[in-house]
């Protein structure tokens, strides 16, 4: 049969594959310009008897993961219906599913595994939260996204603490995957997808399945009644604390196993941390990083350390027209890259005027940050163990006040987008960099980051009304129509098809959020944000593009301080969400104004003599408000 040229409102363009229960297409809104995969269910290919409970539980999927919003679990965003067929409608994932990495013989390294089951669970840990269990957890509904990010699919057998779809007695899952419970037809809950990703781990970390057999019936015996070899006895590399993690999850009895995914997650996590210092602890780079926090910790403790070279105050010094005062403090920079040649540089590059501590581990360096205070935040962005900017994300969350800088040396758009839009990132840092540009850098990251140690932060709520409001600069009107929809009289929305027509908006109007096209025309709307960004710090904007030049990106977040970047086709419900944050912001910094100082910029004269920014220029100084 040929794919249909239409589904409701979406087209058609390619048969991505088939699912659990049917044809999953490539399909596209026009009306938001987006992608997307449609999972079909042709009605004509399920008996009568079984055409309700089918359907049902086909429809009870896109109800299930439709409550759900998570980076981990793929979207559903609409669901259709009619008396031929019907369909989910979903984001769509670039990619391959876990389980054909194993099928094409990808072997993961220890840290690999760690992240990837930690996000396996970090997604189900809020599923469950939410009432959903998966029930079918297994390597084939799990999608690995091209930058490495995890996606669980396929709620097909999902149960929903509220739905009748699924009783005792059915049996629902893969075989191999499956819990005691499920296999004994038993109520099935949380636990048993707790069992499953169990069996992953297992999986990943030894190259085989607990349980293989030839017959279903000795399978199954084996998983109600047995317990596999210990994982260390199949991979050296493994500590044998691993097998007590794996021995819990994997337990027959569903109250023996963690109670939470959470649990699940830190004790894996610790396991695999364990078994890569046991084959690393001959290793130089492993033994320093270790004495390094340990000396940090003793040092901020205020015990002496032997050895330790305390640095005297900040020097003085011409790197740049911000000094700190030698009165203060000294302070304390974190610095992670897992080449110990780069932490060495850099430790003796500012360990005379701050407090320098370092290590080549992320989950250490969060650790790290949960018990002291960091003035200043450095991360590589390409680390084994914890991406860049999955580290300052989350050190954003410990540490809000932490000033973050991404060293970068490579163009990987995706990852340097996700660093502005989820880690807030001060300034990017490329490799190899240059000594004073660098110094600059730091010296006006830990000012700012010393005058905020102390600030309060501001809880804002948005006010039913807001007179500051949103200008979208959009050349052919389809940001400002999506804005338009999404904003619903919340506050004033300004359009402008040109920077020309921008400036007069701003100068009337008291302007919260940007929100700009920088692809059409690219040159002149991106010097407007860097002139508006250097005049008024506390104007947030947002950045829409077709752009694949990371450089330029760079430039945006280094000399204007976007507040988020957004790719086209833009993502409907992630603007919605970046424009409230901004919004938010934007509230927060009258309340505690030291906080705009997080998105201030230099005045940077290079950038203020061309006959293009004096002409903005002299406009931006007519601006009314104080």
Not at 35 to 64: H, P
Not at 139 to 151: C, Q, T
Not at 333 to 347: F, G, P, Q, S
Not at 538 to 563: G, H
Request: net charge negative; charged share 25%; with cysteine.
């Amino acid at each position: 049969m040929s794919d249909p040229a239409k589904i409701g409102k979406y087209l058609i363009q390619g048969h991505l594959g088939t699912g659990g229960m049917g044809i999953v297409y490539k399909g596209w809104d026009p009306a938001i310009a987006r992608a997307v995969a449609i999972k079909g269910l042709q009605k004509e290919t399920i008996s009568d008897d079984d055409a309700d409970f089918v359907i049902g539980r086909f429809r009870q999927e896109a109800q299930a993961v439709g409550r759900l919003v998570h980076p981990r679990i793929v979207q559903i965003y609409d669901y259709l219906e009619d008396d031929k067929a019907a369909y989910i409608i979903m984001e769509l994932v670039h990619g391959q599913t876990l389980a054909q990495h194993i099928a094409q013989g990808r072997q993961f390294e220890l840290q690999e595994i760690s992240q990837i089951i930690s996000q396996i669970l970090d997604g189900m840990g809020y599923a469950h939260q939410h009432g959903v269990v998966h029930r079918d957890m297994k390597p084939a509904n799990i999608l690995v996204n091209l930058d490495g990010r995890i996606k669980i699919s396929d709620f097909g057998v999902a149960r929903v603490d509220s739905s009748t779809m699924t009783q005792v007695g059915d049996v629902l899952g893969t075989p191999s995957y499956m819990s005691p419970e499920q296999i004994k037809s038993e109520e099935v809950g949380a636990p048993a997808d707790i069992y499953s990703i169990g069996v992953i781990a297992y999986e990943l970390l030894t190259g085989k399945r607990p349980f293989i057999e030839l017959s279903l019936s000795a399978l199954m015996r084996k998983v109600v009644h047995e317990m596999p070899a210990p994982a260390s006895s199949l991979n050296p590399k493994l500590s044998p604390y691993i097998n007590e993690v794996l021995s819990k999850a994997l337990a027959k009895n569903p109250a023996d196993r963690y109670a939470l995914a959470s649990e699940f997650s830190e004790a894996f996590k610790d396991a695999i941390r364990i078994s890569i210092e046991m084959n690393t602890g001959g290793l130089a780079s492993t033994a320093l990083d270790v004495s390094r926090l340990f000396d940090s910790a003793k040092l901020l403790s205020g015990i002496s350390v032997s050895g330790q070279q305390v640095a005297n105050a900040a020097d003085e010094t011409n790197d740049s027209p911000l000094s700190l005062d030698e009165s203060i403090k000294k302070a304390r920079i974190l610095i992670v890259d897992d080449e110990e040649r780069i932490l060495n540089a850099l430790k003796s590059l500012f360990r005379h005027r701050y407090h320098v501590f370092t290590t080549t581990d992320g989950n250490k360096a969060l650790d790290f940050l949960t018990r002291y205070q960091m003035h200043v935040v450095i991360s590589d962005q390409r680390m084994p163990i914890m991406p860049g900017v999955e580290l300052l994300r989350r050190s954003r969350e410990i540490s809000p006040h932490s000033v973050r800088i991404l060293l970068t040396g490579y163009s990987d758009l995706a990852a340097i987008v996700g660093s502005i839009n989820e880690g807030e990132v001060y300034r990017f840092i490329s490799k190899p960099w240059d000594d004073h540009a660098l110094n600059t850098i730091v010296t006006e990251a830990v000012t700012i980051a010393l005058e905020l140690a102390d600030t309060k932060d501001a809880v804002a709520t948005l006010p039913a009304k807001m007179s500051a409001g949103v200008l979208v600069v959009d050349e052919d009107e389809e940001v400002f129509r999506i804005v338009r929809e999404l904003l619903g009289g919340m506050c004033p929305l300004w359009y402008a098809a040109d920077m020309d027509a921008a400036l007069e908006v701003l100068q009337e109007q008291e302007i919260a959020v940007v929100v700009a096209d920088v692809d059409n025309p690219q040159s002149q709307l991106t010097v407007l944000l860097k002139l508006l960004k250097q005049e008024y710090p506390q104007i947030l904007s947002i950045v829409t593009t077709k752009m694949k030049d990371a450089e330029m990106v760079i430039e945006l977040i280094n000399q204007a301080q976007v507040f988020r970047v957004l790719n086209k086709p833009l993502p409907v419900k992630l603007l919605k969400y970046q424009m409230n944050e901004a919004l938010q912001r934007y509230v927060s910094y009258a309340q505690a104004p030291k906080m705009v100082k997080m998105h201030t910029v230099d005045k940077a004269q290079e950038s203020r003599t061309s006959s293009l920014a004096m002409r903005i220029l002299a406009k931006l100084k007519l601006f009314s408000r104080g």
